[in-house]
């Protein structure tokens, strides 16, 4: 009897200690997230027989953000504007901004392991997804929470999430997405975690497509600031041009 | 009559000049007959493939689909009409269902389009009723040059990705169970076609359709709510088109041929008339009218052609039969353009064209030694019996 109770107990301690889904992902918001940020990175492509790198900057403001292309000549000058749930591109070749939509969102970035649709994403899990922390596991040598998410809605790209969050930090580690079969599409690797102000940050963010050849894309943060004044130009179609 | 005889007698006493003009107007016959025969043939033939493969009776697109976009895909499903169930439960119309997915062949990624099918249709030669599988397994199927380009074969397992009509992912292993050959790249390139039922299940459209394709005995109003119908004209635009724009080009070759010959025929009727002036001045002064004599040089030059005629029957027709017969491979890759094309084609001389063609070299051919003939009505026939230059 007195097994049970101390079993018990013990339990009910651990449980405790254990923050609910919805807990771990506000963590990582707060961790995460800011109003305003500008981000200097490049974004390496490996392909089944070679790679390249595309480097660029961005201001991102809430659910818009600014785009150029520094890197390589041929990508160099093309912008992109995120507006909501709206995204352009200028291309300079052409001197023409078109709007990506539909289908067209569907399409690899630049040949990357990304989709314009995965960069519209909406990055707020809470509102889509029910999430449960399911198991506490050792990932890289990292306690880590795992977090299942379930699509609460029917609109989503992906059916199910996992994450892999660092019980410490509170920052994601790996991301992996399902299809509705379960099968694994696309996995995310956040590495080299640095204390950027205040913030965890990672400086290397690797996407795969789990379907296909190729190392993946990794997306190298160079430069990071917080809590930027971005001007209000910036984040209008008039900046493409 | 003596107009013909005449001109019978000069034309072969031409001998060599003669000769060299028939050979020449001949190939143009046997030229015109045979390219126009070869995309008359290759008209005839795509339209009958297209009809046994694709479009059927006719087709009915929901009110979004637009082949050329495909962004529109997305929205491009509705329910099948109530009043299309009977000629779809009989087989006579076939039920298709797209939508955009891609492919994992070998850890590549292609796009591509995956068609659901009703399997017991039988108004198109898609052959739908193989598309069984063993419990646990989904069948799907591809044509020979999908197999090809995505070096696939019947018996693999093939990792498909799709979006529901939600736009949620979904991606499972789908078995080749057939790899069917057909003429209509339209059915073929970058398509794997799977039982209707199950894309209704997997993309969460049941009971939808993009397209339904009418079969012949299937009674159908044109007119129907929601549902925009393509009939054979709309259907074969592009087709006739495509044959239009090479018959064009083919007609720069044979045109080329006809007007050398012409060209010819103009040359010889102005030296005849140059050099024949005393008889000229001769048939007036017997009695003869300047238009009498204008007719007799129009007949000769146009003799050219009749004699061309028998010239290119003689070996024209033995050739243009064998080949209508063995028909002409078709260059490698053709059928890759997406234009429906056998691997080989068989030319169909049509009685038009054949009469066609007779009547444009034979007006051609009078036309070109009227010309020159027109002189003789101005020819003072006293200076021309004497053989003065005019």
């Not at chain 1, 160079?222 to 209000?232: A, G, Y």
């Not at chain 2, 795509?46 to 059927?56: F, H, P, Q, S, Y």
């Not at chain 2, 380009?149 to 019947?154: M, V, Y």
Request: proline share 4%; charged share 25%; aromatic share 8%.
């Amino acid at each position: 009897m007195i097994r049970i109770s101390v079993l018990l107990v013990l339990t009910a301690s651990v449980l405790s200690a254990q923050p609910s889904g919805k807990e771990v992902l506000e963590r990582i918001d707060a961790n995460m997230s800011s109003d305003s940020r500008y981000v200097k990175s490049k974004m390496v492509i490996h392909g089944a027989r070679s790679s390249r790198t595309i480097e660029s900057e961005s201001w991102i403001q809430g659910k818009s953000a600014f785009t150029e292309y520094l890197a390589p000549a041929r990508e160099k000058g093309t912008k992109m504007l995120k507006l909501e749930d709206k995204l352009w591109i200028f291309s300079p070749a052409t001197d023409r901004t078109i709007q990506i939509s539909g289908h067209m969102l569907r399409q690899s970035v630049m040949g990357s392991d990304l989709s314009y649709e995965d960069m519209l994403d909406d990055p707020n899990l809470t509102d889509k997804y029910d999430a449960v922390v399911t198991v506490s596991e050792t990932y890289r040598e990292t306690d880590c929470w795992i977090v299942e998410m379930h699509a609460r809605t029917v609109d989503v790209a992906y059916q199910m999430r996992k994450l892999w969050v660092d019980k410490k930090r509170y920052i994601p580690l790996k991301e992996e997405l399902y299809a509705k079969s379960g099968k694994l599409l696309k996995k995310t690797e956040l590495t080299d975690i640095k204390l950027r102000g205040s913030r965890w940050y990672p400086g290397r963010i690797t996407f795969k497509d789990m379907l296909k050849k190729g190392g993946g894309t990794e997306f190298i943060v160079s430069e990071i600031r917080f809590e930027v004044k971005i001007p209000e130009y910036l984040l209008t179609k008039a900046a493409l041009r | 009559m003596i107009a013909i005889k005449l001109a019978i007698r000069n034309l072969l006493g031409a001998g060599l000049r003669t000769s060299l003009i028939v050979i020449v107007l001949s190939v143009a016959y046997f030229l015109i007959i045979f390219m126009n025969g070869l995309y008359q043939g290759w008209e005839r033939q795509a339209k009958i493939d297209m009809k046994a493969w694709e479009v059927g009776e006719g087709q009915y697109w929901q009110e979004n689909f637009d082949p050329y976009d495909p962004i529109t895909l997305v929205d491009a499903h509705a329910a099948v009409p109530e009043l299309f169930l009977p000629a779809v439960r009989a087989g006579n119309a076939a039920v298709i269902l797209y939508t955009q997915a891609t492919i994992y062949p070998e850890g590549r990624m292609l796009g591509i389009q995956l068609k659901g099918i009703n399997r017991g249709q039988t108004v198109i030669k898609i052959p739908s009723s193989r598309l069984t599988a063993p419990e646990g397994e989904i069948p799907a199927m591809i044509g020979s040059r999908m197999a090809k380009s995505a070096k696939l074969k019947e018996g693999d397992d093939i990792l498909i990705r799709w979006r529901d009509v939600n736009g949620t992912f979904d991606a499972t292993e789908f078995r080749i169970v057939s790899v069917f050959s057909t003429s209509v790249p339209a059915v073929d390139v970058g398509q794997v076609w799977i039982p209707l039922e199950i894309m209704q299940q997997i993309t969460g459209m049941t009971g939808e359709a993009t397209m339904i394709v009418r079969g012949r005995k299937a009674d159908l109003p044109v007119e129907v709510p929601g549902w925009k119908f393509r009939d054979h004209a709309f259907l074969f635009a592009d087709l006739d088109a495509i044959i239009r724009t090479k018959s064009i080009g083919g007609s720069i070759f044979y045109g080329i041929m006809l007007a050398l010959a012409l060209l010819a025929i103009f040359d010889t009727q102005v030296l005849s008339i140059f050099r024949r002036q005393r008889e000229i001045g001769t048939y007036i002064s017997m009695g003869m009218t300047r238009r009498q004599v204008v007719g007799l040089f129009t007949v000769e030059g146009a003799m050219h052609a009749v004699l061309a005629l028998v010239v290119a029957a003689i070996y024209g027709v033995p050739l243009l039969l064998y080949l209508q017969r063995t028909g002409m491979a078709m260059p490698e890759g053709t059928d890759e353009f997406g234009i429906a094309a056998a691997e080989r084609l068989f030319p169909y001389y049509s009685t038009a064209l054949i009469l066609g063609t007779v009547l444009l070299v034979m007006i051609a051919t009078t036309i070109v030694s009227y010309m020159p003939a027109r002189k003789i009505s101005k020819m003072n026939p006293n200076d021309a019996i004497r053989g003065k230059i005019q």
